[in-house]
């Protein structure tokens, strides 16, 4: 099922939506990292080259392929 969640990134909301378990992820590896969902998002963002919605699905791919 699809989740919408609103965050902040670079001093502005946006809204973003991805399935459960790619927020769940998300949540992990930020916690993981000692950070905030916020600002793992705000990083990814900067890095990305299209979609936000699919640049973080590729990062949660990229981090479970390392695991």
Not at 17 to 42: C, D, G, H, V, Y
């Amino acid at each position: 099922m699809i989740k919408k969640r609103s965050v902040d990134i670079a001093g502005h909301r946006t809204s973003i939506s991805l399935e459960e378990p790619f927020w769940e992820a998300l949540a992990a590896i930020a916690s993981r990292r000692q950070t905030s969902m916020n600002k793992l998002i705000a990083e990814i963002d900067k890095e990305r080259a299209g979609n936000l919605s699919s640049a973080l699905r590729v990062f949660v791919l990229r981090e479970a392929q390392k695991a």
